[in-house]
């Protein structure tokens, strides 16, 4: 059984900084390539960015690149997603998903719970 944890979500003022943590627990984190997805209040849930086992390669949805970048460390069986620059639009509830098909914005096999995140104007 493969589980997620996420954490560092929060209240955070326009312009700022947050970064989540996801710890994932359960199977060999390296063969999973990780993302991280979003949903706002009433809207669908919506691809933020992703990382390929290796790190190698992130993909980012075009409205974070820049402001958002995702790492992981193998060793901690961590995935990471650090934002900067917050806008009150970035407001959703923030998942981890883990997948070992085939990287990209579709294919995830496991997902956290998820971490609120909430930037106020």
């Known amino acids: 059984q493969v589980q997620l944890v996420e954490s560092g979500g929060g209240l955070v003022q326009a312009g700022g900084s947050l970064r989540l943590s996801c710890v994932v627990s359960?199977?060999?984190?390296?063969?999973?390539?990780m993302g991280w997805f979003r949903q706002a209040p009433g809207k669908e849930r919506e691809f933020v960015g992703a990382?390929?086992?290796?790190?190698?390669?992130?993909l980012y949805r075009d409205s974070v690149k820049g402001r958002f970048t995702i790492s992981r460390d193998n060793g901690k069986n961590t995935v990471y997603l650090r934002m900067n620059s917050l806008k009150p639009e970035d407001t959703a509830v923030y998942y981890c998903?883990?997948?070992?098909?085939?990287?990209?914005?579709?294919?995830?096999?496991?997902w956290g719970q998820g971490t609120q995140v909430t930037v106020s104007s």
């Open positions: 998903a883990a997948g070992s098909t085939s990287f990209g914005i579709r294919f995830y096999d496991y």
């Open positions: 990382i390929s086992r290796s790190s190698a390669t992130t």
């Open positions: 359960g199977r060999t984190f390296s063969t999973y390539y």
